[in-house]
């Protein structure tokens, strides 16, 4: 069973405009939910993260969205450039345990 | 060097061969991982070492075998794979295993089984 679900598989958008992806989870002692920018042939890469205790954090251009009742989390980007395009990644852990739980990415292109 | 490094970057392999995948961080950190990249799936873990001791084991088939000598290498021994183990294998480190700990990955290696 997939523990976190993460739509759209892919996304095309303008330069200047807004990209939004978004995540949605089933277990309620996750308490820690991070997204993660991959660039083709490298490693994912820590991009911003957040705790339920807060509904929102920013940090530049990126933004996620915190909605713990429905249990979803969404990243914004704002301004959107073609440095952007890249493969996304939310995932989400728990307060014990070393496991986390990925999303199966999100692939954003972000045309001139 | 700093970060995480992974060797080989590709490697192709037959089914009955025997091969290493090797990862150094030189971070200080004294938690490392193994995870699985495949196309359209989630990040599976694989290993969790913390303090050199191995604490999760993702019910991984017996033919992937891990080894971490100190806190700074992580080895993945493989060995009479199946051309469904074709797949990134991703190395991470974290200061140490734990909710909230930031992974520092690897750019991984490219693994195809013929």
């Known amino acids: 069973q997939q523990q976190v679900k993460q739509s759209p598989q892919s996304l095309i958008v303008q330069k200047g405009g807004i990209s939004i992806i978004n995540c949605a989870y089933e277990n309620t002692a996750f308490d820690y939910f991070p997204w993660y920018q991959q660039f083709p042939g490298k490693g994912p890469a820590l991009l911003i993260a957040i705790r339920p205790d807060v509904s929102e954090k920013k940090e530049g251009r990126f933004t996620i969205s915190f909605n713990k009742s429905a249990k979803q989390f969404s990243l914004h980007i704002m301004d959107s450039q073609p440095g952007d395009s890249a493969t996304y990644f939310c995932?989400?852990?728990?307060?014990?345990?070393?496991?986390?739980?990925f999303g199966t990415g999100t692939s954003l292109t972000v045309i001139p | 060097e700093t970060g995480v490094t992974q060797t080989p970057r590709h490697l192709v392999m037959g089914m009955t061969n025997k091969k290493s995948l090797k990862c150094e961080q030189h971070?200080?950190?004294?938690?490392m991982y193994w995870y699985k990249q495949s196309a359209k799936k989630p990040l599976e873990l694989m290993f969790v070492?913390?303090?050199?001791?191995?604490?999760e084991n993702n019910s991984v088939p017996s033919r992937f075998s891990p080894e971490c000598p100190n806190s700074s290498h992580l080895f993945l021994h493989l060995h009479t794979l199946q051309p469904e183990d074709s797949a990134l294998y991703l190395c991470?480190?974290?200061?140490?295993?734990?909710?909230?700990?930031?992974?520092?990955f690897g750019s991984g290696t490219q693994l195809s089984v013929l």
């Open positions: 070492y913390n303090f050199k001791e191995q604490t």
């Open positions: 991470a480190s974290s200061q140490a295993a734990g909710v909230g700990e930031k992974l520092f």
């Open positions: 995932a989400a852990s728990r307060n014990t345990g070393n496991q986390f739980y």
């Open positions: 971070l200080g950190h004294n938690a």
